[in-house]
C-alpha cells in the first residue's frame, strides 16, 4: 500500500508538485494524465527518489520511503522499477546485457559485475525477453532496435529487478500505435498477472481510460481529478487539461484497428536459439 501525504517539490519559486495526497492499494494499474508541465514525472520521480520530494511523506507498506538513505534507499529503487519515454537503454551494448543490468541493484558491489553475471540470471534475462516477445533480438546492439523493441528491452531490464512497483513516465509518447499497443498490454499482463502496482504517466487520455483502473488527473502541481475512468466527465477533462482548450479523445488516441496479422518484427537473427547465443 502506497500513502502519500502532502507531497510537495519546489524547483526554486516553482511549486512543480503541490499537497499531493493519495492512496494505492497493492496491484493497481493507475493513470496520471496532464498537461505537459503539469508535475507528473517529478510525482513519478518522487516516488523512486530520483527527486527528493521538498515536504511531505511517501510511504510503502510501513516503510517511509521520502527518509530512506544509503543501502536501503538503493534496494528501493530495486524494489520500484521506472521505464521511461527514451526508453534509457545503453545502446552500445548487447539487449541480453542491457536486461542484465537489471540485476545491478541485486549486487552489493559493481566489482561483484565484472565477474559476469550468473547462469541463474542470464536464464532470467532470457525468460523475460521472451516473455517480450523479443528473444531474437538478444544479441543485437540495443541501438539497433525499433522504438517498440527498445521499450520492451527496458520493461524486461524492469522485470529482472523483481520489482513490487513499475513507475512508467509516458512509455508510449515515442512509439506508433501498434508498439503502443504492445507496450500497453505488456504493462497490464505483469500488472494482472505479478499482481505488481503499474503506475504510469499518459499522454493519451483513451489510452488511460482503456489500460487504467484507476486515472488521477494533474493540473499546475495539484490533484484535480480521482476516480475511475467512467467518472472521468467531459468537466472533469476540461479541469485536467483546462477549459480553453477543447479536448478531443481521438485528436490524443493512439487506438487503432489492429489487422490480423501482427507484421512480423524478426530480424536476421531469428532462426538462432537466443539460448545458445547467450551462452547458455
Ligand atoms: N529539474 C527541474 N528544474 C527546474 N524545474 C523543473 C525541473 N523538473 C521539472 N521542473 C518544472 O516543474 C514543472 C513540472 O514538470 P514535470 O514534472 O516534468 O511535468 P510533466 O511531467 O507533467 O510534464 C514544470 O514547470 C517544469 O518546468
Ligand atoms: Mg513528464
Not at 65 to 74: E, F, I
Not at 134 to 160: F, P
Request: proline fraction near 4%.
Amino acid at each position: 500500500m502506497f500513502h502519500l501525504r502532502d507531497v510537495t517539490r519546489q524547483f526554486g519559486k516553482k511549486t512543480a508538485v503541490s499537497s499531493v495526497t493519495f492512496d494505492i492499494p497493492p496491484g493497481q494499474m493507475v493513470g496520471i494524465i496532464g498537461r505537459s508541465g503539469a508535475g507528473k514525472s517529478t510525482l513519478l520521480r518522487m516516488i523512486n527518489r530520483l527527486v527528493d520530494p521538498s515536504s511531505g511523506e511517501i510511504e510503502f507498506s510501513g516503510v517511509k520511503v521520502s527518509s530512506l538513505k544509503g543501502a536501503a534507499l538503493r534496494n528501493w529503487q530495486r524494489d520500484c522499477a521506472m521505464i521511461f519515454q527514451q526508453f534509457n537503454l545503453v545502446p552500445r551494448l548487447d539487449v541480453l546485457t542491457n536486461v542484465l543490468l537489471g540485476r545491478l541493484n541485486h549486487r552489493s558491489t559493481i566489482s561483484s559485475v565484472l565477474n559476469m553475471f550468473s547462469r541463474e540470471e542470464r536464464i532470467m534475462a532470457v525468460g523475460a525477453l521472451e516473455r517480450l516477445g523479443i528473444e531474437q533480438t538478444a544479441l543485437q546492439l540495443a541501438g539497433t532496435l525499433s522504438g517498440g523493441q527498445q521499450q520492451r528491452v527496458a520493461i524486461a531490464r524492469a522485470l529482472m529487478q523483481q520489482p513490487k512497483v513499475l513507475l512508467a513516465d509516458e512509455p508510449i509518447a515515442s512509439l506508433d500505435p501498434l508498439n503502443a499497443k504492445i507496450v500497453m498490454d505488456a504493462l497490464r499482463d505483469i500488472n494482472e498477472r505479478d499482481g505488481i502496482t503499474v503506475i504510469t504517466n499518459l499522454h493519451t487520455l483513451d489510452t488511460a481510460r482503456n489500460y487504467c483502473e484507476r486515472i488521477i488527473g494533474m493540473a499546475h502541481g495539484r490533484v484535480v481529478f480521482d476516480g475511475q475512468p467512467k467518472n472521468l466527465t467531459a468537466a472533469a477533462v476540461a479541469e485536467i487539461y483546462g477549459a480553453d482548450t477543447a479536448i478531443e479523445e481521438s485528436m490524443t488516441s493512439t487506438t487503432i484497428n489492429i489487422p490480423a496479422a501482427v507484421p512480423q518484427e524478426q530480424t536476421a537473427s531469428a532462426s538462432l536459439k537466443p539460448l545458445a547465443l547467450a551462452g547458455l
